[in-house]
Each structure stands twice: as C-alpha cells, then as structure tokens.
C-alpha cells in the first residue's frame, strides 16, 4: 500500500488504546499528578523524547496524540500545543529571542502578534520591524547582524496577499551563509493558520518552524482555543519545548479532545469553505460599490500567481475594499445587515462571520486603498443562502 492521502492518515492515525478496548476515538485522559511506580522511574522517567509520563504539563497520552496529528497535518515530525494561537506564536518569539536580537515581520501580519512585539518584547530589549512580505528585496534590506527571527504569514491578514514564501526563505538562507561562525542563524516561523496543512506544506515551502491556531479549522467548532508549533529539526524543536515548559503553558483535555474529533473531517471543512468562499469572493466582485476583492484564487489579487504555484486550496477568507466614495457608516450598516454572516472574530467554525476594518491604522508601511474593508469568513451554510444574506444588505450601500 502506497502513502495514503492525509484525510486517511488522519482517521486512521495510530494511538494507544486500553488493553481490549478500541474505540475510534481515542481516550480523554486528564492529570496534573501522574503516578510514578517507584523511586528510580521518578528519577528516570523523561516527557522531553515521550518516553514517559511525568507530570499534566509535561504532556498525557491525550495530549501526545494530538501533538502527533497535528505534526502528520504539517508533514513535520515535532509539536508542542499552546492555549491559544496567540499564546503559540509568542511561544516562537520566547523560545528564539533574546534580549538585543531584532525580530522581522510582515507588515500584514496577525495584529495580536504585532502587539505582543510592540507591547512585550520591545520591553525586554528585543526590537522588531516590519517588512513588506509581497517585497523579497524590502525583507533582504531590513536584516541586520541582530536579526534572529523573520515571521511569514501566507496569506497576510485582513488583506490576504500571498506572499512568495521560497523567495523570502532563500533571502534568510544567504543571510544565513553571509554570517560569521559564532553568530547565531536567523530562524524562519510561519503563521500557517491560512493553509492549515492542507493548501500547502509549510516545510516544502522552507520554513523552520510551522505556527497554527487550531482554534480555526483543526477544532472547526468555533469553541475551542488552542495553538500548536510544528518543527522538523530536533534542536529547534528542543528550544520551544522546554521554553513551553518553562513558562507553565498547558492545555485541557477536553479541549484536546475536541480538537481531535474536528481533524477527522478538517480535510472536508477545508474544501468545501474553500469552494463557497471562491463562488461568493468571484460574485462579490461584480457587485456595485465594490471596489476590489482580496482572495488569493481571484486572478488580479495579490499574489495570485504565487498562490497558484504553492498552493493547492485556499481558506474561508475573502475581503472587500469598498469604493472610497462610500463612507464608513454606510459599510457599517451594510454589516449590520447581514443576517446570516455573523460579526465576530476568528474563522473556519461552522458560521459565515464578518468584520469591518480600518486597514491604514493597523498598518506600517502604507495600504494603497482609499476604501473601507470588510473581511468575509465563509462557513459552513448553503452558498446561496450566503449570497442572498448578501445580496439583500448591499443596498445599504447605496441608500
Ligand atoms: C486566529 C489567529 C491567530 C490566533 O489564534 P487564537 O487562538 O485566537 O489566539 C493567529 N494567527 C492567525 C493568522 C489567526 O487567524
């Protein structure tokens, strides 16, 4: 038998079960202390390599198996779960960063992330600066000796420009060869919420270090949070393990759980997402007052051509810049028109969601757009329910 496709992979995953008893979905084991036999398995037991069990922090058999889905998801061989996305991506910048080094990233960047540079790091002396991810030659400019860490996102958010990510790793990599002996490599992280480990291979891409928020389509539920950090080396993946351990970051079983039931369908999810959010994005863009739609499958989007080359789907998301005749309050109303699109954050869960954003304030180097936006999260209803929900507010566009 050959290599069986990732949704076969993921459902039939190997786990543990309890001596005569196998179920499909695998036991929910919960701990804080965890049981030593004696003395010397106390002294000797290591969580660091799986070997065994020591403490509910250090890792149960419930949060093991998940770790390995989610690294067979990426196609990389280490994980380390976080409480949320955002606890995972601050999780690569403490596990990397040291007081002096510089951090690069994009300037379409996840805003929670940009924060916790702006708001933590800069506080213990790690600077940071933003790049434009569509400009491989802006990222080779911005690194200096002090550079240690250079995020990607692809797409970016909100805005969902897809970048061209071997480019920039080949820009890292020269980098790299250019420094002296004793300076330590700049290590490459991407945000792969977007792909989820199903558009694209982080890894084949070139990445180090592989960042989800399985809040959004591993759970699939809208009601969990959690993050992970997926690796292939061993030494990277030693530095965010034990800065994971050194910080006290667990999560709960049961959220572990739901999150397992959701990557048995996420390959489903994903596809089908993928196809309403393509027929409305297309649709949308005929509509009057809309300027511009931002989908990385849309011909004339940014970064349509490099998406076309890495990736073999896109996510839920699409965004509209509106014609800058229109002013706020109308596109406001337009929102709050929406019957069937939701206003909330986050994604990928089983309800169409929108926000509005102002795109010039979260951004450094400039947005070309003199309309407002709004981001569009297709879910999981009928397309043509979400086009009529559509339909019948985009008259209060034009009043
Ligand atoms: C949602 C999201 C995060 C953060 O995930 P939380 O679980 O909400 O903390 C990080 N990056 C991207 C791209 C996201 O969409």
Request: proline share 6%.
């Given at each position: 038998m050959g290599k069986e496709k990732l949704s076969t992979q993921l459902i039939h995953h190997p786990y543990k079960p309890p001596e005569g008893f196998e179920a499909v979905a695998p036991g929910v084991h919960k701990a804080s202390t965890v049981i030593f036999p004696n003395v010397h398995a106390l002294r000797t037991y290591d969580w660091k390599d799986k070997s065994g069990y020591t403490y509910g922090l250090h890792g149960t058999p419930t949060t093991?198996?998940?770790?390995?889905?989610?690294?067979?998801?990426?196609?990389?061989?280490?994980?380390?779960?976080?409480?949320?996305?955002?606890?995972?991506?601050?999780?690569?910048d403490m596990a990397f960063l040291r007081s002096g080094d510089e951090l690069l990233v994009p300037d379409n960047a996840y805003g929670p992330g940009k924060a916790f540079a702006a708001g933590e790091l800069a506080a213990w002396g790690i600077t940071h600066r933003f790049y434009d991810a569509m400009n491989p030659a802006d990222l080779a400019a911005k690194i200096?000796?002090?550079?240690?860490?250079?995020?990607?996102?692809?797409?970016?958010?909100?805005?969902?420009?897809?970048?061209?990510?071997?480019?920039?790793?080949?820009?890292?990599?020269?980098?790299?060869?250019?420094?002296?002996?004793?300076?330590?490599?700049?290590?490459?992280?991407?945000?792969?919420?977007?792909?989820?480990?199903?558009?694209?291979?982080?890894?084949?891409?070139g990445v180090d270090v592989s960042m989800q928020a399985l809040t959004k389509y591993p759970s699939g539920g809208a009601d969990v949070l959690m993050g992970s950090v997926v690796t292939r080396d061993e030494a990277l993946h030693r530095d965010v393990l034990l800065c994971h351990m050194r910080l006290g970051l667990g999560v709960s079983a049961n959220d572990a759980e739901l999150v397992l039931r959701g990557l048995q369908t996420i390959e489903l999810r994903y596809h089908q997402q993928d196809a309403t959010a393509r027929e409305l994005a297309t649709w949308l863009q005929t509509q009057p007052g809309v300027a511009r739609v931002f989908h990385p499958?849309?011909?004339?989007?940014?970064?349509?051509?490099?998406?076309?080359?890495?990736?073999?789907?896109?996510?839920?998301?699409?965004?509209?810049?509106?014609?800058?005749?229109?002013?706020?309050?109308?596109?406001?109303?337009?929102?709050?028109g929406l019957r069937r699109f939701r206003l909330g954050w986050s994604w990928a869960g089983p309800v169409s969601l929108c926000a509005p954003y102002n795109v010039p304030g979260i951004r450094t180097l400039g947005w070309p757009h003199a309309g407002g936006l709004v981001r569009f999260a297709a879910g999981l209803e009928d397309v043509e329910d979400l086009r009529a929900d559509l339909a019948q507010a985009l008259p209060r566009l034009h009043p």
């Open positions: 093991f198996t998940l770790e390995e889905r989610i690294a067979t998801l990426e196609g990389g061989r280490f994980c380390v779960l976080a409480p949320s996305g955002l606890s995972a991506l601050a999780l690569v200096t000796p002090a550079t240690r860490l250079v995020w990607f996102e692809a797409p970016g958010s909100i805005t969902l420009e897809f970048p061209d990510v071997p480019a920039l790793v080949a820009v890292v990599k020269a980098a790299n060869r250019a420094r002296a002996g004793g300076d330590r490599a700049i290590v490459t992280a991407l945000d792969n919420t977007w792909g989820a480990g199903i558009a694209f291979s982080a890894f084949d891409l499958a849309l011909p004339g989007s940014p970064g349509h051509a490099t998406w076309q080359r890495d990736a073999s789907a896109a996510a839920c998301l699409f965004s509209a810049a509106f014609d800058a005749s229109i002013p706020q309050e109308r596109i406001d109303a337009f929102c709050d």
